[in-house]
């Protein structure tokens, strides 16, 4: 077996595993535990940098020369673990956002119920800004 064919065997290895944990956290963010995701576990980070490493010397022209089957089996894996990463990164999305949303919406509340009752005062320093309740990531 050629070194090309050793190197996609390990590619499609080391996908299929992440392929794995990526449909793991699918389920977790589903179900509503994203506590139970299993991209967070060091050994998995390990192994999607490895992954990284692996494919990023991977070229078009390498693949040529790989029998048929191992090729096929390739490009499914690669194809399936291109729309697992898509799919979690919008789920990902959503559940930061709610998050997000969320916070910002109960310090908004925060700061409404702390804010002083306004008079009709012509002094400008009573309508001193109330502080914030809580900053979280600029963004907000």
Do not use: C, W
Request: no cysteine.
């Amino acid at each position: 077996m050629s070194g090309e064919s050793e190197r996609i065997e390990r590619l499609v290895k080391m996908a299929e595993r992440l392929i794995e944990a990526v449909e793991a956290d699918i389920t977790a963010l589903k179900a509503g535990t994203p506590q139970a995701m299993r991209t967070t576990d060091p050994e998995v980070q390990r192994l999607s940098a490895l992954y990284g490493r692996e494919a990023q010397g991977f070229s078009r022209d390498s693949i040529k020369n790989v029998p048929p089957p191992l090729r096929n089996q390739f490009a499914a894996t690669t194809s399936k673990f291109r729309e697992l990463l898509t799919l979690h990164a919008r789920m990902i999305a959503r559940v930061r956002n709610a998050s997000e949303g969320m916070i910002k919406a109960i310090a908004d509340e925060v700061d409404r119920q702390a804010a002083p009752m306004r008079t009709y005062s012509p002094v400008k320093s009573a309508y001193a800004r109330p502080a914030q309740a809580m900053i979280y990531n600029s963004v907000i």
